[in-house]
């Protein structure tokens, strides 16, 4: 224990947005800095874990002292994530895309004048999280992120249940709360044990809070 914590233990991080290609020069993404779970990685090796962080596309640089894997999409991610199995824990902090186009053009798809805009055709992205949170190599701490515009607690509470996680970070993306590529984040800690609100921080802080967290849980 101590200022190490975490020694021995090991620790999957996902980062970032994932791009989900339409053509190849266009792309399905949700938006995200990648900045929270970076900062997540980082906090966590700071604690002795040994940290393999899985990001999709971002601008910012890979933290130092962990093994970053650099994906593209939902369905990569899913396979780099899946390929660390077994570990210690799992922090999903990725903004996957739901949805990806189910066969992405070889070629840029061309405007026609006078035509109708090429409509999409979808289907649905793995879900990560979910898959983790009910996996046989089931990890001893899950945690997922809820990022939502209303209802956060509600939906948050219904994520711990539906993707298997012990622990859901909500927070409030709205536009006028800044935290979506912002430095700040205000969030909930939803578990079993009910809900904590922590106060507006920023997200270098909420990394560290998370995990002294995710380092008592599985101490105690
Ligand atoms: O369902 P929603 O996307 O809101 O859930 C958010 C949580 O689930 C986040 O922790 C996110 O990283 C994770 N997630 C995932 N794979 C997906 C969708 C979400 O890991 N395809």
Do not use: C
């Amino acid at each position: 224990a101590g200022a190490r914590p975490l020694e021995g233990r090991t620790a999957i991080v996902t980062s970032g947005p994932t791009h989900e290609p339409i053509d190849p020069v266009r792309y399905i993404a949700n938006r995200s800095s990648g900045r929270q779970g970076h900062a997540i990685a980082a906090a966590l090796a700071r604690l002795g874990a040994k940290v393999t962080l899985v990001s999709g596309p971002v601008t910012i640089p890979d933290p130092s002292g962990m093994t970053t894997l650099h994906v593209e999409t939902a369905s990569e991610m899913l396979e780099a994530v899946t390929s660390q199995l077994p570990t210690d824990i799992a922090v999903m902090v990725a903004a996957v895309a739901d949805w990806r186009v189910v066969t992405s053009a070889d070629q840029k798809i061309k405007k026609q004048p006078g035509e109708a805009p090429a409509a999409l055709q979808l289907t649905e992205n793995p879900d990560i999280l979910k898959t983790i949170g009910h996996h046989a190599q089931r990890p001893q701490l899950v945690v997922g992120f809820a990022a939502e515009t209303q209802n956060v607690e509600a939906y948050g509470r219904a994520k711990l249940e539906r993707k298997g996680a012990d622990m859901i970070v909500a927070n409030d993306v709205s536009p006028e709360t800044g935290v979506m590529g912002g430095n700040r984040n205000r969030v909930k800690i939803i578990s079993a044990q009910g809900i904590d609100e922590w106060p507006d921080l920023s997200k270098e802080e909420v990394a560290e809070r998370l995990a002294a967290l995710i380092a008592s849980k599985l101490s105690g």
